[in-house]
């Protein structure tokens, strides 16, 4: 008989938390970078960019493996309320974490900069220059960064209400593979 | 009630776990917040810088919030190789290259007379074959009054206008010079040289000090200006009764012909310092002539291909690099938030029932 993995994959664990990481460099990076007027604004723009493309990248991956091996089934003792919102969350996280690099890639060649990665490697423009489209989607990463801070945030304190005091199996199972 | 056991650890302090969370969420959600900067609001931030040009000057919607009066202009850079041993950059490679320019008077208000500062501005972006870009903004004085952000501020503090008369308070101008010693060669630099007649005939420097990478990864430490073809003339008795005559000067003279510039490259001697915005390097040292700036169109910022451009000196193609100075950093970070709020701007005036700006002229133009 199968049963339901009460795990997730190495591969998806490995993607979460590498994620997690780089999520939230991403979120310290972009807060500094616009109102810092010190050299690490320089170092963190140069930085914001590329982290940002391997985001997208890993994000892509991620949706890929979701979709084929799915995610361990929330406990029965998770009220029904709470698993659609749990539903609801995770879907709002990859949809943030998919757009953010899209709205910032089609933000900077709206403002008609070159979208550069490292030395003169930079990506060809996903949208052609315009400053009214620039004004939109820049107000839009930055409230879309907020709201992706929030269920980050929000993320992290359900996990670990389940982790440390529920003990149910749902922060383990992002936690640690098969161990009996 | 679970009876304490020390080998349940479910029954361990339920309350320390949740406080356990609350901190953690805490910390991270207190660390977003000064990050951000909003637990320090009296720290020096690109906001500080441009929220002080705002209260100095007023809010002009969708222009820029400094040099905010200028015109556009077109050409094309037409490189000698002289650089290319240099600076791998494509720009330098023989051949040409095509430019969007803007010149400008400094200031946050974009109806100011010409008359009212003895500096112009002179802006490019080179667009390389590649995609790649290389943005400069230079002034037509070889050095810059400060040396720092924190410096920059406390001048731009100083030359608030007092609500009493319009204008900056004489006495606090003098106090923070006699504090800035460093002003002084940037003030002596300004009286010893009458503004210019036209956009045409001066000379603008790229204040800052940069780096060429050549092939090899060999940096040499640089400074550059565009050494104008026309010879220097100064404001005349008349054109000094104009509150516009250099945009109208300059659209005369290119009905003419094109205006030619040489782009010509300092290099430093070992020790000369790049980091001090407020230092001219010694005249001696080697000059490389890149090649020649011909700019043939001029168009008013409302809608020519300026308008759009921030000229952010850190955008830079491989092969040029930010030297340590840390004005680039701050001129990056203030221009940007600029950028931000004019297109902000003009987006929502652009909007079919937005508010209208201060004036309607000000309200079309960009």
Redesign the interface.
């Known amino acids: 008989m199968n049963r339901p993995p009460l795990h997730f994959s190495p591969v998806q664990r490995w993607l979460h938390w590498s994620m997690a990481i780089a999520l ?1 460099a991403m ?2 990076i972009g ?12 170092t963190l ?1 140069a930085l914001h960019r590329p982290l940002g493309i391997v985001i997208l990248a890993l994000v892509l991956i991620r949706i890929i493996v979701r979709i084929g091996r799915g995610s361990p089934p929330l406990p029965d003792s998770v009220p029904p309320m709470q698993q659609t919102i749990a539903k609801a969350s995770h879907l709002l996280l990859y949809a943030l974490m998919l757009a953010m690099p899209l709205i910032g890639w089609a933000m900077v060649s709206a ?4 979208v ?1 990665l490292f ?2 490697y ?1 990506l ?1 423009p996903l949208v052609s ?4 489209l ?3 989607l ?2 839009m990463h930055t409230w879309l960064a907020f709201a992706l ?1 929030a269920l980050v ?1 929000g993320h ?2 359900a996990a ?2 389940h982790g ?2 529920k ?1 149910d199996g749902v922060f383990s199972s992002m936690a640690r593979g098969h161990r009996r | 009630m679970t009876e304490p056991s020390s080998s349940d ?2 029954a361990i302090c ?1 309350p320390c ?2 406080a ?2 609350v901190a ?2 805490g910390l ?2 207190g ?2 917040a000064y ?3 909003w637990l320090t609001p009296q720290r ?4 500080t ?1 441009i929220d002080t040009f705002e209260s100095n000057g007023g809010i002009h919607q969708g222009f820029r919030r400094n040099h905010a009066k200028g015109l556009c202009v077109d050409g094309y850079f037409e490189s000698n190789g002289g650089a290319s041993s240099r600076s791998k950059a494509l720009v330098f490679a023989p051949g040409r290259t095509p430019v969007t320019g803007r010149f400008a008077i400094p200031g946050p208000n974009p109806t100011a007379s010409d008359n009212s500062v003895p500096i112009r501005s002179m802006a490019l972006m080179f667009t390389l074959a ?4 290389w943005r400069t903004g230079m002034n037509t004085t070889p050095l810059f009054a400060v040396r720092t ?1 924190d410096e920059f501020y406390a001048q731009l503090d100083a030359s608030r206008p007092d609500p009493a008369t319009g204008k900056p308070d004489p006495a606090k101008l003098q106090a923070f010079f006699a504090a800035h010693p460093d002003t002084q060669p940037f003030r002596d630099w300004v009286t010893g040289h009458p503004p210019s007649s036209s956009y045409a005939n001066a000379a603008y420097y790229g204040i800052n000090a940069f780096y060429f990478v050549d092939a090899n990864g060999q940096r040499t430490a640089v400074r550059w200006s565009m050494q104008p073809e026309l010879p220097f003339e100064t404001v005349t008795d008349k054109e000094k009764g104009g509150a516009n005559y250099l945009a109208g000067e300059l659209y005369e003279r290119l009905k003419q012909g094109p205006v030619r510039w040489h782009l010509v490259v300092s290099v430093a001697d070992p020790g000369d310092p790049t980091d001090d915005a407020t230092r001219q390097w010694p005249a001696s040292r080697k000059q490389i002539d890149a090649g020649t700036l011909v700019l043939t169109r001029a168009a008013s910022q409302d809608d020519g291909a300026c ?4 000229f952010d000196p ?2 830079l ?2 092969g040029i690099e ?1 030297s ?1 100075d ?1 004005l ?3 001129r ?3 221009y ?2 600029s ?2 709020r004019r ?2 701007e ?3 005036n ?1 909007a079919p029932d937005a508010p209208q700006a201060n004036t309607t002229q000000e309200a079309r133009s ?1």
Do not use: C, W
Not at chain 1, 111 to 114: E, K, L, V
Not at chain 2, 44 to 47: C, F, G, N, V
Not at chain 2, 130 to 133: I, L, R, S
């Open positions: 939230l979120l310290f807060v500094i970078m616009v109102s810092t007027l010190t050299q690490a604004h320089t723009i403002g008609g900069y070159p550069t030395g003169a930079h060809p220059a315009d400053a009214r620039f004004a939109v820049r107000a801070f945030i992290l304190a670990l209400m440390l005091i003990r | 650890p479910r339920v776990r949740a356990a969370i953690v969420v991270l959600a660390g977003f990050a951000a900067g020096l931030s690109a906001h810088v590649d995609g790649q870009q952000p308008r759009d451009v921030n850190t955008i193609p491989a930010p340590g840390p680039l950093a701050a990056s970070a203030a940007a938030l950028y931000k297109t902000r003009e987006a929502l652009g960009r």
